[in-house]
């Protein structure tokens, strides 16, 4: 079946970096753009990156440009998203996630992998 | 870019109907045809509802439907049942690949 799996959540101190990744199966993942979108504890979704099915065009949000590197191998339908100088707004569970099509909609989402920034 | 405003919570009783809006710009939710909306239980993974505005996946019940109006989206959930009790959220692409997302509304269902 269609399945996104997260892993490389852990906690971490500010400054330090931290990888996540993401396995799909059950689809043509060459085929589609990838997104990722977190959520804090308590709080509302926040769409962080998305990169092209290409893998060469990837865009971010404000928060994370010039700290998040998101990057795919299509060959191995993986996701990676690098996170380097971390602060402490960016605690989250951090999803993997499908779009249905260009800019349409978000239909298939991981499971999510918590990501912890705190001395 | 802004969150999209909805509002923080909802309810209604079984059977009833409740509507859930969502309220951006011209430059989002106005601008685009890309709204959607998503459901969440719990320590759960949310899921995909309505996308285009006012189309749904397969699967989805058709107690759920959306709409737009000028730069305002809603979810109605129509016949409410005790599951439908969850977040919900929606989105909008607001141009030059950048994606915004509300600030949710926890549905009750009394």
């Known amino acids: 079946q269609v399945q996104l799996v997260e892993s490389g959540g852990n906690v971490v101190q500010p400054g330090r970096s931290l990888r996540l990744s993401c396995a799909a199966s059950g689809f043509t993942f060459r085929n589609y753009g990838m997104h990722w979108v977190r959520q804090a504890p308590g709080k509302g979704l926040e769409w962080v990156a998305v990169?092209?099915?290409?893998?060469?065009?990837?865009f971010y949000t404000d928060s994370v440009k010039g700290r998040f590197t998101m990057s795919r191998d299509n060959s191995k339908n993986t996701l990676s998203l690098q996170m380097d100088s971390l602060r402490v707004e960016d605690t989250a569970v951090y999803y993997c996630?499908?779009?249905?099509?260009?800019?349409?909609?978000?239909?298939?989402w991981g499971q999510g992998t918590m990501v912890t920034v705190s001395s | 870019q802004s969150a999209l405003t909805q509002p923080p919570s909802a309810s209604g009783s079984p059977g009833r109907s409740v509507t859930i809006s969502c309220t951006g710009t011209s430059s989002d939710v106005g601008g685009s045809d890309y709204v959607s909306w998503y459901q969440q239980h719990p320590g759960k993974a949310p899921k995909v509802i309505i996308y285009?505005?006012?189309k749904r996946p397969s699967g989805v019940p058709d107690r759920f439907s959306g709409s737009k109006s000028g730069n305002t989206a809603s979810l109605t959930v129509s016949g409410l049942q005790a599951e439908d009790e969850a977040d919900y959220y929606c989105?909008?692409?607001?141009?030059?690949?950048?994606?915004?997302f509300g600030g949710g509304t926890k549905l009750t269902v009394l």
């Open positions: 989105n909008s692409y607001g141009g030059n690949n950048n994606w915004v």
């Open positions: 990169i092209w099915s290409d893998g060469i065009n990837k």
């Open positions: 996630v499908k779009e249905k099509g260009p800019y349409t909609a978000f239909d298939i």
């Open positions: 285009e505005v006012s």
